[in-house]
């Protein structure tokens, strides 16, 4: 019998805000954080948080992690001081798809202007994709396995997926997991605008008629895991449960998902058979959705193939119509995101939505959120990221 | 050109680059130990960049075993300078 594992806090800084309730409430009254096609977090001022050495030793990328980190560490009830496991069970899995890319392009600049001798020496440790999870293995002083997790815009999903096995097979009893991305600069927007895949309008919404591509975003989003019956041993009030995950690949190309969605379906059939349910029991889907033309009509087809019947009645919306696409932490993000509808029986809306496209015909949530149809039974969800690379990851998360 | 050296332009030098590693500048002395100002291998790292550029001094890895104070970086810094 596999250990059951809880999310006992979460922590997210987003577009929206500081903070992982900012993001719920902002997003399901229908606000956006995205301007001037953009999705900057611009209410995040790293000296609120952190002191002058903690900010300077970390890519903006790390700087998010640990932020959402205190406050996920924080909602858990946890004391830095005096952890509530052994230290060498606590681990850390966090995700990024870049990493610490505004450290690097500062660095080639210096070298180009000034040369070899003045590239500063914090460029490595600062730019390297495994830096958040090291850091945050420092700062909580967690001495089990730690690691960052590299798959694209699955990486953070990728890393809350690993983390849950590592409870699950008795490897931890918890970990501290997550994502974070920090790729708003100049090298990383014009790699991303030439490549075609962003919104040329600007506009982030998914799963419209008239959609055009991605509005890049930048945050992160932290969790605390445990092992259910340890959390509640510590009297941890869970909010949610993690109920088990699917991950597979397309095998198809190297950014474009395989068009029918036949990876993506099979990663949602796989996170139900994990978590020993139905299609049935699903009452809501927390959408990759991405607003790029060929994501969100995979993803629908994927969706109506796995779920079946229960398609038709199911309701799919996405985070990114609010925040854009916060790619290696979007996962994370949206799982946050999802654990805080769950816990309020709510399908946050998908903002923008109005030109229904031929064959995508879900419900998306339009125009507001509503609350979910569950006849007093538990909120149960499905949480999808997929990234360049063909990576599928489906997490499956119970209120 | 380098900057002249002496121990007091040194300890200039150092006294205003710490407080960017997040040193407090009132706990900057002569005698105060970089293990006590939270100065580690990666501030001594880009302390001595700093240094060089302005001393044309180079402090390298092994040079951390012989340094315990600010005062042993400002001693090092002449010593080889001169």
């Known amino acids: ?399 | 050109m380098p900057a002249t050296v002496t121990p007091d332009t040194v300890e200039a030098t150092i006294t205003e680059a710490l407080p960017q590693f997040g040193v407090d500048p009132s706990e900057i002395s002569r005698d105060a130990r970089l293990e006590d100002l939270d100065v580690d291998s990666l501030d001594l790292a880009e302390l001595s960049q700093i240094l060089e550029d302005e001393y044309g001094v180079q402090l390298k890895g092994e040079d951390a075993k012989k340094i315990s104070t600010v005062g042993d970086v400002i001693d090092l810094v002449v010593s080889r300078a001169g």
């Open chain 1, 1 to 399: 019998m596999r250990r059951e594992v809880v999310v006992t806090g979460v922590g997210a800084v987003t577009p929206l805000g500081v903070g992982a309730r900012t993001l719920y409430e902002r997003w399901r009254a229908g606000e956006s954080g995205i301007e001037n096609g953009l999705a900057a977090a611009t209410k995040f001022d790293p000296t609120d948080h952190l002191s002058v050495k903690e900010a300077r030793r970390a890519d903006r990328f790390s700087q998010f992690a640990m932020v959402a980190g205190d406050e996920a560490l924080q909602a858990a009830g946890w004391d830095r001081d005096d952890l509530p496991y052994d230290r060498a069970r606590i681990g850390c899995v966090f995700g990024t798809g870049i990493g610490g890319i505004g450290t690097l392009e500062r660095g080639k600049e210096i070298l180009l202007e000034q040369g070899e001798s003045k590239v500063p020496p914090l460029s490595v440790p600062l730019m390297m994709s495994n830096a958040a999870a090291g850091m945050l293995s420092m700062r909580y002083g967690l001495l089990g396995n730690s690691f960052g997790t590299v798959s694209a815009c699955s990486a953070s999903a990728h890393a809350i997926a690993q983390a849950t096995r590592m409870i699950q097979y008795g490897d931890a009893d918890a970990v501290i997991t997550g994502g974070s991305e920090a790729a708003l600069t100049p090298l990383s927007k014009a790699a991303f605008a030439s490549l075609d895949a962003v919104s040329k309008s600007g506009i982030s919404r998914p799963f419209d008629a008239r959609r055009d591509g991605f509005v890049m975003g930048e945050g992160g989003a932290a969790l605390v895991l445990e092992d259910a019956e340890k959390a509640s041993e510590r009297g941890a009030e869970p909010l949610a449960k993690v109920r088990g995950f699917g991950a597979t690949s397309d095998a198809h190309h190297l950014t474009a998902p395989q068009p029918e969605g036949v990876g993506a379906a099979a990663a949602i059939r796989l996170a139900l058979k994990d978590a020993g349910l139905e299609p049935q029991d699903i009452s809501y889907v927390n959408a990759h959705g991405t607003s790029t033309p060929l994501n969100d009509r995979a993803e629908t087809m994927a969706i109506k193939d796995a779920l079946g019947e229960r398609a038709a009645e199911v309701p799919v919306s996405s985070t990114k119509s609010a925040i854009g696409h916060l790619l290696g932490a979007a996962g994370a993000v949206e799982a946050t995101a999802t654990i805080l509808a769950l816990r309020d029986r709510i399908a946050p809306p998908t903002l923008g939505w109005e030109q229904r496209e031929e064959g995508m015909d879900l419900d998306y949530v339009p125009r507001e959120a509503h609350p979910l149809n569950i006849n007093g039974g538990p909120a149960i969800a499905l949480s999808n990221a997929f990234g360049f690379g063909g990576h599928n990851v489906v997490l499956c998360l119970e209120v």
